[in-house]
């Protein structure tokens, strides 16, 4: 049976889908070797409500819009169980550190500020 794929043309380098059907498959469970939910990006707020209502105008149910810090986000669930994400590009990975610098420092959204000492109790250093 031939794959269904959709391109995006001069896309980012994550500019290609492809999806199968399988209709005997059990619906999606949480789990080790598990994929959470697969994101989208598109470039402002304006352009993520357009998706957001042409989602509801079709029948989906979707999330409110929601502040990650570094990026708004809606969600929704495909038939079999696939949450999708739909997020901004803006306002980006640097919105608190200077570009030439992101990934130096351990950085986090406002609403795990309360947990930084315990999470980076479990990092273990990076390799230079």
Do not use: C
Not at 10 to 32: E, I, M, S
Not at 110 to 123: K, V
């Amino acid at each position: 049976m031939a794959q269904p794929g959709f391109i995006i043309p001069n896309g980012n380098g994550a500019d290609t889908l492809d999806l199968a059907a399988l209709p005997k498959t059990p619906v999606a469970r949480q789990g080790a070797g598990s994929v959470h939910h697969i994101a989208f990006a598109v470039d402002n707020r304006d352009k993520q409500l357009h998706v957001r209502k042409a989602l509801m105008d079709t029948g989906y149910r979707v999330t409110p819009v929601i502040d990650r810090d570094y990026f708004w986000a809606i969600y929704f669930r495909a038939p079999g169980g696939i949450l999708f994400e739909v997020a901004t590009v803006e306002p980006g990975f640097n919105r608190d550190e200077d570009t030439a610098l992101l990934g130096q420092a351990l950085k986090l959204p406002d609403r795990y500020e309360a947990f930084r000492d315990q999470i980076q109790a479990n990092l273990e250093p990076l390799a230079a």
